[in-house]
C-alpha cells in the first residue's frame, strides 16, 4: 500500500518538469519531450515501476555514455517485410517510436513486418509500443530482452540468467484497444525499485537469495540502499524469479532467443571483462494488419469474444473480469484526474536530479 505522505503530482506539471530535465542534460527539447511522455505514459498506466522514477538512472546513464541523446535508427538489413535495426544506445523513448513508425509502415504495405531492433536504450513500458501500432489498425507482437543486464534466475537456480524480458500483445479495437503487457520476471525490477523507495512492497518469493531462500527484500537485488538514490542491481547478490515456474521461465529464455540471438543485439550474461557498462533492450516485433488475413469482421469478433470472457462470474463476490489492459485505462483516466502519486524518496530525487542541472522544480 502507498504510504500516507504520498504526493499527487498533476500530469500536467510533471511531464514539462521531467522534459526540462533532460533538456538540460543535453537531448534537444524534442527528445526531451518524448521521453518525459513516455514516462508519464507508464506513470498514467498505473506503472510508477517504469515511469519518472526512471529519471535518476537515465541522467547517470546519460552522463556516463551508456545512453546517447540525439540517436536515431540505422538500417542493418532490410526487405519490403522485414528490417534488424539499430538503435546505437539511443534512448529508448526515441529509438522506439522510429522502430515502430517502419514497422507500422511496412505492414501497412505488405500486411505483415517483422522489425528486430537492437541496441536500444531503455524502451520502458513496451505497452506504449503496441498502443502505436494499434493506433494504426495494427495487432502488433514484441518480445523484448535487455542485452548486458542479468537480474532474474531460470526455473530451479538461483544464479541471474535473464533479464525481466516483457511480452506484450495490442489488438486495435476503435473504443481503445487490448494490451496484454508484462515482464516474464515475477515482478518487473522496477517494482522492487519503487519498493526500496518505500513504496508497495513486492510479494515474498519474487527473489531469491544465493542459498535459495525466497525474499520479498529490495537488498536481495540492490544490496545495501540506505543513502542512496541511484539502486544499482550489481551490488545485489540474490535475483529475481521468473512468473509462472518452468513456463515463466521458458518464456524469458526464448525472448533472449528473439529479442537477443535474432536481432544480433546480444542476450543476458556476463559483462565483457567483468566490467559493468551499458544495458540494451532488444525488440523482436511482429505487425500484422487485420484486414489483409482476410478474417471477416475481425473487430466484432473480437468484441463479441471479450464480452463472453467478461460475463465469466467473478470468483468473488465484489470481483470483476477485467481483460488485458483495463487497469491501465482505468489508472490513466483516474491518475489524469487525480495526479501521479509519487513517494516523496521518489520526487526528492527528482529535485535532487533538477537541481544537479540548474533546473528548478515546481512547488507541489
Ligand atoms: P503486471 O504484472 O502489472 O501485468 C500487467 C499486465 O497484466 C497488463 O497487460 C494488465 O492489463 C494485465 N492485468 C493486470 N491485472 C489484471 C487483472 N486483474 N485482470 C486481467 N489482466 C490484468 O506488469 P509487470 O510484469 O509488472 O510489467 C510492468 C511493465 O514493465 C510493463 O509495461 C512492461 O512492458 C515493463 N517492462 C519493461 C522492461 C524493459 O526492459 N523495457 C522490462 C520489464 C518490464
Not at 530451479?156 to 525481466?164: E, P, Q
Not at 542491481?233 to 545485489?236: E, L, T, Y
Not at 465469466?312 to 463476490?317: H, L, T
Given at each position: 500500500m502507498d504510504s500516507p505522505d504520498v504526493i499527487a503530482v498533476p500530469a500536467a506539471t510533471l511531464e514539462p518538469f521531467i522534459a526540462q530535465i533532460f533538456n538540460a542534460a543535453g537531448c534537444q527539447r524534442d527528445e526531451a519531450e518524448c521521453i518525459a511522455r513516455h514516462l508519464l505514459s507508464a506513470n498514467l498506466a498505473g506503472h510508477d515501476s517504469h515511469g519518472v522514477i526512471r529519471t535518476p538512472r537515465y541522467i547517470f546513464w546519460l552522463q556516463q555514455g551508456f545512453v546517447r541523446a540525439g540517436q536515431t535508427l540505422t538500417i542493418v538489413h532490410e526487405t519490403p517485410t522485414h528490417a534488424i535495426v539499430d538503435g546505437n544506445f539511443g534512448f529508448g523513448q526515441r529509438i522506439g517510436e522510429l522502430a515502430v513508425d517502419l514497422g507500422i509502415a511496412k505492414a501497412q504495405q505488405h500486411g505483415i513486418s517483422v522489425i528486430g531492433l537492437r541496441n536500444s536504450g531503455h524502451a520502458g513500458r513496451i505497452g506504449d509500443w503496441a498502443e502505436q501500432a494499434a493506433g494504426s489498425g495494427l495487432i502488433s507482437i514484441h518480445f523484448v530482452n535487455v542485452a548486458g543486464g542479468e537480474l532474474v534466475a531460470p526455473f530451479?537456480?538461483?544464479?541471474?540468467?535473464?533479464?525481466?524480458n516483457p511480452i506484450c500483445i495490442g489488438v486495435p479495437l476503435a473504443e481503445g484497444p487490448i494490451i496484454l503487457d508484462f515482464a516474464t520476471s515475477l515482478v518487473a525490477e522496477g517494482k522492487v525499485l519503487v519498493a526500496s523507495n518505500g513504496g508497495k512492497p513486492v510479494p515474498h518469493g519474487a527473489l531469491i537469495e544465493p542459498d535459495g531462500t525466497l525474499s520479498s527484500d529490495p537488498r536481495t537485488l540492490y544490496g545495501p540502499i540506505e543513502g542512496t538514490h541511484v539502486r544499482d542491481?550489481?551490488?545485489?547478490a540474490g535475483a529475481l524469479r521468473a512468473f509462472g515456474e518452468h513456463k515463466g521461465s521458458g518464456l524469458a529464455f526464448m525472448c533472449e532467443i528473439l529479442a537477443g540471438c535474432l536481432t544480433g543485439g546480444g542476450t543476458s550474461g556476463p559483462v565483457e571483462g567483468g566490467k559493468r557498462s551499458r544495458i540494451a533492450n532488444g525488440m523482436l516485433s511482429i505487425y500484422l494488419q487485420p484486414g489483409s488475413f482476410g478474417a471477416k469482421e475481425f473487430e466484432k469478433s473480437v468484441r463479441d469474444y471479450a464480452a463472453y470472457v467478461k460475463a465469466?462470474?467473478?470468483?468473488?463476490?465484489e470481483g470483476e473480469v477485467l481483460l488485458p489492459g483495463e487497469p491501465e485505462a482505468r489508472n490513466r483516466a483516474e491518475r489524469l484526474a487525480r495526479g501521479i502519486p509519487l513517494q516523496p524518496e521518489t520526487w526528492a530525487a527528482l529535485v535532487e536530479t533538477a537541481k544537479s542541472l540548474g533546473v528548478t522544480p515546481p512547488s507541489v
Open positions: 530451479g537456480g538461483v544464479n541471474r540468467r535473464f533479464s525481466t542491481s550489481a551490488q545485489g465469466s462470474r467473478p470468483a468473488e463476490a
